[in-house]
């Protein structure tokens, strides 16, 4: 869940960023990247096609370009490949010529990998980033280019969570998004979700099964969620649609969900789960470990996954994020009596196994 910048100059131009990764997205409307590094494309070299793509697109090439376009986004070109040396073109006033190439990384999942690009540019003193989304062909699903994101500002870095939390599932999950850097975490940019986790379940590299268009594709779809503490239910939702996977629900950025006060100052949030499986109403007292529901994708997400935050307010963006400290869980096999989930890990509670409530319940 995130709110990133992008050019409003470029809107007229390159108004769809198709999200063809499949991954999660963030709470608000704006678009993700998937993690670098995880889930890499393997019958397609996605890095030498990015590569040449914008090497078409910084030369003008726009026929060779066109050809290597998907009809989505085609379409929402209007058809015309002149919008392209439109872009082009914008981007060379605005910008200048790339100067330096800093990194560059293939991430996504195989069916629906991306080309990420960070650069700087001649009349910029922004990192930019390109952004290249493919299908499992190659053909061009999506493209973008935008500021590159920056750490919000906290002055909780060294903060030390005061309510015992546990991880809110039983069974083994991958952290998608975690950690205290931008490499690790896309939230980290806002302010109020600077400490949040996305998590699902991965299997043989993959997050679903078949070609992931159901819900029930997911390997996390409709596992159980359970309270990573005790505390008061402030706010719930449980009647939102789940979302066609790759679709995004802005509106309702939460989708369903539950939001928790512990009653010292820390509120967690646990967003997107599954219509109809929320077990708790807004007044409820709830324990550790508690059955909250159940994991889905509703609201603001491309696909099933849980989305944790920590925050010093029960109001969605509005607040600091505040580290959120499990206690005994596993990291990679390897015990972890206290600690913050990071990028790439498959973590579980300790003691607890699959499909089993932490509290024993």
Same mark, same amino acid.
């Given at each position: 869940?995130?709110?990133?910048?992008?050019?409003?100059?470029?809107?007229?131009?390159? /108004?769809?960023?198709?999200?063809?990764?499949?991954?999660?997205? @963030?709470?608000?409307?704006?678009?993700?990247?998937?993690?670098?590094?995880?889930?890499?494309?393997?019958?397609?070299?996605?890095?030498?096609?990015?590569?040449?793509?914008?090497?078409?697109? #910084?030369? @003008?090439?726009?026929?060779?370009?066109?050809?290597?376009?998907?009809?989505?986004?085609?379409?929402?070109?209007?058809?015309?490949?002149?919008?392209?040396?439109?872009?082009?073109?914008?981007?060379?006033?605005?910008?200048?010529?790339?100067?330096?190439?800093? !990194?560059? !990384?293939?991430?996504? =999942? $195989?069916?629906?990998?991306?080309?990420?690009? !960070?650069?700087?540019?001649?009349?910029?003193?922004? &990192?930019?980033?390109?952004?290249?989304?493919?299908?499992?062909?190659?053909?061009?699903?999506?493209?973008?280019?935008? $500021?590159? $994101?920056?750490?919000? $500002?906290?002055?909780?870095?060294?903060?030390?969570?005061?309510?015992?939390?546990?991880?809110?599932?039983?069974?083994?999950? /991958?952290?998608?998004?975690?950690?205290?850097?931008?490499?690790?975490? #896309?939230?980290?940019?806002?302010?109020?979700?600077? %400490?949040?986790? =996305?998590?699902?379940?991965?299997?043989?590299?993959?997050?679903?099964?078949?070609?992931?268009?159901?819900?029930?594709?997911?390997?996390?779809?409709?596992?159980?969620?359970?309270?990573?503490?005790?505390?008061?239910? &402030?706010?719930?939702?449980?009647?939102?649609?789940?979302?066609?996977?790759?679709?995004?629900?802005?509106?309702?950025?939460?989708?369903?969900?539950?939001?928790?006060?512990?009653?010292?100052?820390?509120?967690? %949030?646990?967003?997107?789960?599954?219509?109809?499986?929320?077990?708790?109403? &807004?007044?409820?007292? &709830?324990?550790?470990?508690?059955?909250?529901?159940?994991?889905?994708?509703?609201?603001?997400?491309?696909?099933?996954?849980?989305? #944790?935050?920590?925050?010093?307010?029960?109001?969605? %963006?509005?607040?600091? @994020?505040?580290?959120?400290? /499990?206690?005994?869980?596993?990291?990679?096999?390897?015990?972890?009596?206290?600690?913050?989930?990071?990028?790439?890990?498959?973590?579980?509670?300790?003691?607890? @196994?699959?499909?089993?409530?932490?509290?024993?319940?």
């Amino acid at each position: 869940m995130n709110r990133r910048p992008r050019f409003e100059a470029f809107a007229h131009t390159l /108004f769809v960023f198709a999200m063809a990764m499949g991954l999660p997205a @963030g709470l608000a409307a704006q678009a993700d990247t998937t993690p670098e590094g995880d889930v890499r494309g393997a019958e397609i070299d996605v890095l030498a096609l990015g590569r040449t793509h914008t090497a078409q697109f #910084y030369a @003008g090439e726009s026929d060779a370009l066109w050809a290597s376009i998907g009809a989505e986004m085609r379409a929402a070109f209007g058809d015309q490949p002149a919008m392209l040396i439109t872009f082009r073109d914008q981007v060379a006033e605005q910008f200048g010529a790339e100067s330096e190439i800093i !990194t560059e !990384t293939v991430e996504g =999942d $195989p069916a629906a990998p991306a080309y990420l690009r !960070t650069a700087r540019f001649e009349k910029s003193p922004q &990192v930019l980033q390109v952004i290249f989304s493919y299908d499992g062909g190659g053909s061009i699903t999506g493209f973008l280019i935008r $500021p590159a $994101p920056s750490l919000a $500002p906290t002055e909780f870095l060294d903060y030390q969570t005061r309510t015992p939390l546990r991880l809110p599932f039983g069974d083994a999950w /991958f952290v998608f998004w975690g950690g205290r850097t931008l490499e690790q975490n #896309y939230h980290t940019s806002t302010r109020d979700q600077r %400490f949040a986790y =996305d998590i699902l379940i991965m299997r043989d590299g993959t997050s679903h099964t078949g070609d992931g268009t159901r819900n029930e594709d997911y390997h996390c779809f409709g596992k159980p969620v359970f309270a990573p503490g005790g505390g008061r239910v &402030v706010s719930a939702a449980k009647d939102i649609a789940d979302n066609v996977p790759g679709e995004m629900n802005p509106a309702q950025a939460l989708g369903n969900h539950v939001i928790l006060d512990h009653g010292n100052g820390e509120y967690s %949030f646990l967003a997107h789960l599954k219509q109809g499986t929320l077990r708790v109403a &807004v007044g409820d007292e &709830v324990a550790l470990g508690d059955l909250l529901g159940q994991c889905g994708n509703s609201g603001n997400t491309t696909e099933a996954h849980i989305h #944790y935050h920590l925050q010093d307010t029960p109001d969605l %963006f509005a607040g600091d @994020g505040l580290p959120a400290q /499990f206690l005994d869980y596993e990291a990679d096999g390897e015990a972890v009596a206290r600690g913050e989930p990071v990028k790439g890990q498959v973590v579980r509670s300790r003691g607890a @196994g699959p499909e089993r409530d932490p509290s024993g319940r």
